[in-house]
């Protein structure tokens, strides 16, 4: 199973959770994840094991965001169609999509677990440029990744009825 699988299954995300995480203030918000759990790995130098408290908080903001808004009642913006790009995305494997989108995702998808990878051994080691510049790039790819998303969701949503309803619906299928 893909990361990116086991994270949905992990988080549960079912067709009423995507429908709300389609709202584009939940896929906003979102950038605020990484803050918070830097915020988190760095508060063990002031508050120690307590540290554990602002860890919860950030992954409950993980797990709870995607439930915390209604779905988009318009669906013409950028973000919402990043998240339904995204939902394409996983679904790959039973709808296959254009190479050049498949190979566009996979490159950015490797170059945000590198810069993950930064990320985390600046949160281990409490290096602040690693943490900083690690979390930067991986948000920057994100949206990126994103930005790639909108773009296949434009070009699925021509050729497959079942997804350009998405977009004509109040009410995500």
């Keep these: 199973m893909r990361f990116a699988e086991y994270a949905e299954k992990l988080m549960g995300m079912n067709d009423s959770t995507w429908q709300r995480h389609a709202n584009l203030w ?3 918000s979102r950038l605020t994840v990484l803050p918070a759990i830097a915020l988190a790995a760095w508060s063990r130098v002031l508050i120690g094991p307590w540290a554990i408290l602002p860890a919860i908080a950030a992954i ?3 797990w709870l965001n995607p439930r915390l808004f209604s779905p988009p ?3 013409d913006n950028w973000m919402t169609r990043g998240i339904f790009g995204e939902r394409v ?3 790959r494997k039973s709808v296959p999509i254009p190479a050049g ?3 566009a995702g996979n490159v950015l998808n490797a170059l945000s ?3 993950g990878l930064v990320f985390i051994t600046g949160l281990i080691w409490l290096d602040a440029w690693a943490t ?3 979390m930067a790039l991986t948000m920057l790819l994100k949206l990126w990744f994103l930005d790639r998303m ?3 969701y434009s070009d699925i949503e021509k050729v497959n009825a079942d997804y350009a309803a998405w977009s004509s619906r109040h009410t995500l299928a």
């Design 26 to 28: 939940s896929g906003w």
């Design 60 to 62: 409950a903001w993980v």
């Design 73 to 75: 009642a318009r669906k």
């Design 89 to 91: 995305w996983l679904n």
């Design 101 to 103: 989108h498949e190979r």
């Design 113 to 115: 677990a590198v810069s």
């Design 132 to 134: 900083l510049s690690g």
């Design 150 to 152: 909108a773009w296949l």
